[in-house]
Every structure is written in structure tokens, then in C-alpha cells.
């Protein structure tokens, strides 16, 4: 088990690129997040799928924002005309639900990606 | 809405003394699920313990502790004859499970830097 992987681990980018950031989570994990770590807070929750449903968005989640898990397996999170704000460390993780809610269950995450937008 | 508050942002002690990290929740749910995750300076979230609403048993782990008490929505962590390999950020997390619409994502707070002095 390799753990959940993430990449790039680092992107410096310039205000209005397109970005994408691709996780992969432990392989029989069947949910998948992601989230957003500022320099100092905790990490915000931005998205979550079960398997290749996306089933809960934040309000941070704008419309620059989307995620995609095509076949239940790896996840892309895409952020378009970048600005400054988005500068912030992404993070994924990934859980495994077997019946029930899922609530509770240990997320384990990512080492993340650090985007930087100049 | 749910909200977790870690109010100490940064502890620094000496090796060896205990030191005690703060958690304070609220919640609307009754069934909600706790959670303490460890930051090193790698960057990757290290899960710690997980305990539910209906548990309020002290744990001990090692050298870590935990007190979960719902009459004042706290969930303190304590790390008995600190090492320096304990410096890091602290997460205190809550999810909530209300029936379907339950929030399976984590609610972080802030985080509480803790650095261990030699």
C-alpha cells in the first residue's frame, strides 16, 4: 500500500493559467476529498466524491474550480484563470466507506500540492 | 453549522514536560465523530485518533492522551514527557452524521503549533 499520492507536489504558475493538480488515493478507497490549506489555518473542505459521484460542494468551490473522478479511481481538480487568492496547499484524501454513512471512517490524506499563482 | 476552535496557535515547551492541546467543538448533530490529526514539517496530515459522541472513555495511547468531555464540547490532547519528534501543527477535526444529509467531510480548526525545545 502506497498511500494516497498527489502531483505535482509543487506548481508556480501565472495569474489567469489553467492549473490541474491529479490524486491518487489508496486503491480500495472509495471515497475521495479535497481540500484547501492557507498558510496558518486548518485545511477547507472543497469537495468529496464516492466513487465517481461528486456529492458535496463548498461555497469555496467556485466556478473556476472543478473536479473530476472518471472511473472511481484517480481524481483531477482543475482550476481555471487562476488568481493570486487561489495560492494555497491542496490537499486530497481518501477513505473507504463499506456500507452505512461513512462518517467517522479515517481520512487518510496526500502529501499535497503547493500552488503558488504570481 | 459546525465549528471546531483550538485557541492556543502556538506552545513551545522544553523536553519532557507534559503539555496539554485544547479543542473546543460545536455541533448541532448528536451523532458526530471527533478526530486529532499531527502536522510535521514534511507537510502530510498524520491521523492520530478518532472517537464518536457516544464514547466519552479517556484514551491512552503511549505517551498521548485524549479527554472527551460533551458537557463542555471539548476534546483536549495531552502529550505526556514531550520529545522534540512531537514539534509540530495539531488539528483538531469534527463530522457530523445527520442521517443522509450528514457531512462526511472534516471540519477543521485552526491548528495549535506546538515546538518542543531540546
Known amino acids: 500500500d502506497t498511500g494516497v499520492s498527489q502531483d505535482p507536489r509543487h506548481k508556480i504558475t501565472k495569474r489567469g493559467q489553467n492549473v490541474t493538480f491529479r490524486c491518487d488515493p489508496i486503491?480500495?478507497?472509495?471515497?475521495l476529498y479535497w481540500y484547501r490549506q492557507t498558510l496558518g489555518q486548518g485545511p477547507e473542505f472543497l469537495t468529496y466524491?464516492?466513487?465517481?459521484?461528486?456529492?458535496?460542494k463548498s461555497r469555496l468551490l467556485s466556478d473556476r474550480f472543478s473536479a473530476e473522478r472518471p472511473k472511481g479511481s484517480f481524481s483531477t481538480l482543475e482550476i481555471q484563470r487562476t488568481e493570486q487568492g487561489d495560492s494555497a496547499m491542496y490537499l486530497c484524501?481518501?477513505?473507504?466507506?463499506?456500507?452505512?454513512?461513512?462518517?467517522?471512517?479515517?481520512?487518510?490524506f496526500g502529501p499535497g500540492t503547493r500552488l503558488t499563482v504570481l | 453549522a459546525q465549528k471546531v476552535t483550538q485557541a492556543q496557535t502556538e506552545i513551545s515547551v522544553v523536553e519532557k514536560e507534559d503539555v496539554t492541546l485544547d479543542c473546543v467543538y460545536e455541533?448541532?448533530?448528536?451523532?458526530?465523530?471527533l478526530f486529532w490529526y499531527k502536522q510535521p514539517p514534511s507537510g502530510e496530515l498524520v491521523f492520530l485518533i478518532r472517537?464518536?459522541?457516544?464514547?466519552?472513555q479517556n484514551e491512552i495511547s503511549g505517551r498521548y492522551s485524549w479527554n472527551f468531555q460533551k458537557s463542555t464540547s471539548s476534546f483536549n490532547f495531552t502529550i505526556t514527557a514531550s520529545q522534540v519528534v512531537d514539534s509540530a501543527v495539531y488539528f483538531c477535526?469534527?463530522?457530523?452524521?445527520?442521517?443522509?444529509?450528514?457531512?462526511?467531510?472534516?471540519?477543521f480548526g485552526s491548528g495549535t503549533r506546538l515546538q518542543v525545545q531540546p
Open positions: 472517537r464518536n459522541s457516544f464514547d466519552e
Open positions: 477535526a469534527l463530522s457530523e452524521a445527520r442521517g443522509d444529509t450528514g457531512r462526511r467531510a472534516l471540519t
Open positions: 486503491s480500495e478507497h472509495n471515497r
Open positions: 455541533t448541532r448533530d448528536t451523532t458526530y465523530y
Open positions: 484524501a481518501s477513505s473507504l466507506t463499506r456500507g452505512g454513512t461513512g462518517v467517522g471512517n479515517e481520512q487518510f
Open positions: 466524491f464516492q466513487n465517481e459521484a461528486q456529492l458535496e
